[in-house]
């Protein structure tokens, strides 16, 4: 099973990017999330969408500036992120929950991702 994120990049403090993944058919019926990891520190929950899209959940450090969707006939889940911060550099995982429901588990998402490199400058 592989999920192929892209869209990540170099941007200004206050730029924009917009993340995608294709998640593939493994992502059928099931939540879909976004975490990042930055150098030496832990893997973190950013947001995750239920399987319908009726439901996301956000970090607290991402609220009112990334928003979460996805398009279920591409397999796709998106990250747009907005007013960007340097404290925002990490590297960018897409992970398959293990059910349908939005969560901010790590440990209960199955399917991870390569990753995406997000890097903002100041």
């Known amino acids: 099973v592989q999920l192929q994120a892209s869209g990540g990049g170099l941007v200004q403090v206050g730029g924009s990017l917009r993340l995608s993944c294709a998640a593939g058919?493994?992502?059928?019926?099931?939540?879909l999330g976004w975490f990042r990891q930055a150098p030496g520190k832990e893997r973190e929950f950013v947001s995750s969408i239920s399987w319908r899209g009726s439901s996301t959940n956000y970090a607290d450090s991402v609220k009112g500036r990334f928003t979460i969707s996805r398009d279920n006939a591409k397999n796709t889940v998106y990250l747009q992120m907005n007013s960007l911060k340097p404290e925002d550099t990490a590297v960018y995982y897409c992970a398959v929950a293990l059910s349908s429901i939005a969560t901010s588990r790590l440990e209960s998402y199955r399917y991870w991702g390569q990753g995406t490199q997000v890097t903002v400058s100041s």
């Open positions: 058919r493994t992502s059928s019926n099931n939540a």
